[in-house]
């Protein structure tokens, strides 16, 4: 099975995300994690920062890409 970064090489550039905004359902996939779990983060203000746009939350790759790499420098710095 082909990986995007290989149906896209742009993708490597952008950390293998999307050249699009994400909504929560492309988070909960991103972390492995329930999309409840995406809707919690938002209401506690903890994990990648989102956007509203009209009734829709929307995340820029870019700072979900900057999310991850604070926590991966916070964790190394522990």
């Known amino acids: 099975m ?3 970064t290989d149906l896209d090489p ?3 550039l952008r950390g293998g995300l999307p ?3 994400l909504d929560t359902d492309d988070i909960a996939v991103i972390f492995k994690v329930p999309k409840e779990t995406v ?3 938002r209401k506690k203000r903890i994990g990648p ?3 509203r746009i009209g009734k829709y ?3 820029d ?3 979900v890409r900057a ?3 604070s926590c991966k420098n916070i964790a190394t710095a522990a």
Request: charged share 25%; aromatic share 24%; glycine share 4%.
């Open 19 to 21: 050249d699009r905004y």
């Open 61 to 63: 790759p870019a700072d």
């Open 57 to 59: 939350v929307r995340y």
């Open 67 to 69: 999310y991850v790499t």
């Open 39 to 41: 809707y919690q983060w």
């Open 2 to 4: 082909a990986k995007p």
């Open 49 to 51: 920062p989102g956007f």
């Open 10 to 12: 742009r993708a490597t």
